[in-house]
């Protein structure tokens, strides 16, 4: 896409998820920082065109509480740990975008008065209407709930118009399209019949919660870092979940 400065952007704010793996890059683990660059490159040309723009990462990359601390420990303190991991993600982040000049703050559900600002509303607020790129750490800082859940809550809070869910697969389908050829593609899908069919778009929480506040859900690839600008410019790529 042609996305030329100076062109109108088709969304004011906007939530992104950021999947922990995908922040992996190829690794699956740990911390992939050219894939954090091009993200972040991306990001910066987004809020040059004066979108607002909130960020939650996940942890996966580093530990998932309900697979990786199944069975091994309690669910509440696996989760807690998995915010943890948000944590570390989150400070890549903004680490990489401060070196490219974007300004960019921290905030966390759990309080980390050392490292980040604690998630305060209007705050946050303050600072997408100022320019400043806001990442949000620990999900929404209670366990059993995914940072899917987080990314919608924040939307909803913040009177995001979109989120914008960057994972590793190209958008909706009917089926795992790793284990099934036959899966196809969906160009627009409503929130009933990803609730209804059990895709594997968001978690039911954070679908249901979408839904309710009437936020569309815009899921995509993150294999091409471009695909955020081009979605905030409103070309249609991927799948539109509303």
Known sequence: MDARQGDSPAYKRVLIKLSGEALAGEGRFGLDFAVIRDVCGVIKQCAERG???GIVVGGGNFWRGAVDGAGKMERTRADHMGMMATVMNSLAVADVLEQLGVPVRVQTALEI???AEPYIRLKADKHLKNGRVVIF???TGNPYFSTD?????????LGADAVLLAKNEDGVYSADPKKYSDAVKYDTISYDDVLRQRLEVMDSTAT???MDNKIPLIV??????ENI???VMGERIGTLVG
């Open 51 to 53: 979108v607002e723009i």
């Open 113 to 115: 008065r050392a490292v």
């Open 137 to 139: 750490g620990c999900g």
């Open 149 to 157: 859940t987080a990314a919608a809550l924040r939307a909803a809070e």
């Open 208 to 210: 249901s919660l979408s």
């Open 220 to 225: 995509f690839s993150l294999r091409k870092p």
């Open 229 to 231: 600008l081009r979605v």
